[in-house]
Nanobody, 125 residues
Framework: QVQLAESGGGLVQPGESLRLSCAASGNIFRVETMGWYRQAPGKQRELVATITSGADTNYATSALGRFTISAADAKNTVNLQMNSLEPEDTAVYYC???????????????????WGQGTQVTVSP
């Protein structure tokens, strides 16, 4: 199994910044995509930003120009720098990863898709 550990959520005022980090661990052969989704109360989970192993990025329109996703120096770790935060950014942010893992008993590979437990981001005056 592949586990995702998130960090960096919190309470900030409008206009301030936060950085979220997510590290994938387990029997990973290769991570293809990592990223962040968010879910506000009463709303569906939505894309924030993703980055592929080839460093291709994809952003939600609401994140363009304010958020930056990047691969960290640590392997299988990504950061999401969020600037100019707005109350509308308040949500639980979930880390996502997909790729290929392996079974140590059989050495067989398989695809994986994993989610983190979520970290709360609150933007309020």
């Amino acid at each position: 199994q592949v586990q995702l550990a998130e960090s960096g959520g919190g309470l900030v005022q409008p206009g301030e910044s936060l950085r979220l980090s997510c590290a994938a661990s387990g029997n990973i052969f290769r991570v293809e995509t990592m990223g962040w989704y968010r879910q506000a109360p009463g709303k569906q989970r939505e894309l924030v930003a993703t980055i592929t192993s080839g460093a291709d990025t994809n952003y939600a329109t609401s994140a363009l120009g304010r958020f930056t996703i990047s691969a960290a120096d640590a392997k299988n770790t990504v950061n999401l720098q969020m600037n100019s935060l707005e109350p509308e950014d308040t949500a639980v942010y979930y880390c996502y990863a997909d790729g290929y893992s392996y079974d140590t008993d059989t050495d067989l590979g398989e695809e994986f898709r994993s989610w983190g437990q979520g970290t709360q981001v609150t933007v309020s005056p």
